[in-house]
């Protein structure tokens, strides 16, 4: 089959300046605007009674906020913003990545030079290492921020670097995000790649049974990404839960 390439790189449509933009930040901007616009139209003219839109939202959001405080009790709540957020960009990037002029759907784009090395138009957000990075990085900078809050700057500093045992905990703060970020590229990649394959062996019937399992496994990442940073930030508040109890009882044992 003449043709039949699947690429890691993101194509580039076009040059802002020195900055390349390519087809998989193009979508993560659609994906956003689509949020932007549906949140919009939900809470335009909210009613005591949701109907519509309106209802939807607050169903997405009340089951958002009860997870969150399954997993983080109180500070549930506080957590919702980041976690909310990323379950719901992730989800909705996974969910167009199957649409027309999207490279796993691969219906409409033959023979129109889209990009500049004539790929196609747009391609899953999350099939490009460089975007879960991105939310990764925000995830574990938040989560530091987080330990600092409770610990301070030099407690913090020390429980990285000093142990026990040393610069084990320093790696495993590395390895969190990193690892949270290659498994959402690798399962939406390499569920595009498939797509893509029967898309050219079967053209239409096969594909469409292979894109329904793809809008399942696009719920199942939003949520596995989402869970392990509601968990990652859990923990850090549960460090400084534990700290502020054992505060509380020296004094009490002094007496």
Excluded at 116 to 135: E, Q, T, V, Y
Excluded at 143 to 149: A, G, H, M, S, T
Excluded at 222 to 235: D, Q
Aim: charged share 10%; net charge negative; with cysteine.
């Amino acid at each position: 089959m003449e043709g039949f390439v699947v690429e890691i790189p993101a194509s580039v449509v076009f040059m802002l300046g020195p900055i390349p933009i390519t087809n998989t930040i193009i979508a993560a901007w659609l994906a956003m605007a689509v949020l932007i616009v549906v949140s919009v139209l939900a809470t335009r003219k909210m009613e005591l009674v949701p109907r519509g839109l309106q209802n939807v939202a607050e169903f997405a959001v009340e089951s958002l906020l009860s997870i969150c405080e399954q997993v983080a009790g109180p500070r549930g709540r506080e957590f919702l913003p980041l976690v909310g957020t990323l379950f719901l960009f992730i989800l909705i990037a996974n969910w167009m990545g199957i649409l027309p002029f999207w490279a796993e759907s691969n219906w409409i784009h033959h023979g129109v030079h889209w990009t500049h090395d004539h790929g196609p138009p747009l391609r899953s957000a999350n099939s490009d290492l460089n975007i879960p990075l991105a939310m990764a990085a925000i995830v574990a900078v938040w989560v530091q921020w987080l330990r600092i809050r409770s610990s301070g700057f030099l407690g913090w500093l020390k429980h990285l670097t000093i142990g026990p045992p040393p610069l084990l905990e320093l790696i495993s703060e590395i390895s969190r995000p990193v690892s949270l970020a290659l498994r959402l590229f690798g399962n939406i990649f390499a569920g595009g790649v498939l797509v893509y394959v029967m898309t050219e062996l079967t053209k239409l019937v096969v594909p469409i049974i292979f894109m329904s399992f793809e809008l399942f496994v696009g719920i199942v990442q939003a949520l596995i990404f989402a869970s392990l940073t509601l968990a990652f930030m859990s923990l850090a508040a549960a460090e400084h839960g534990a700290e502020h109890s054992s505060s509380e009882e020296h004094p009490r044992a002094s007496h």
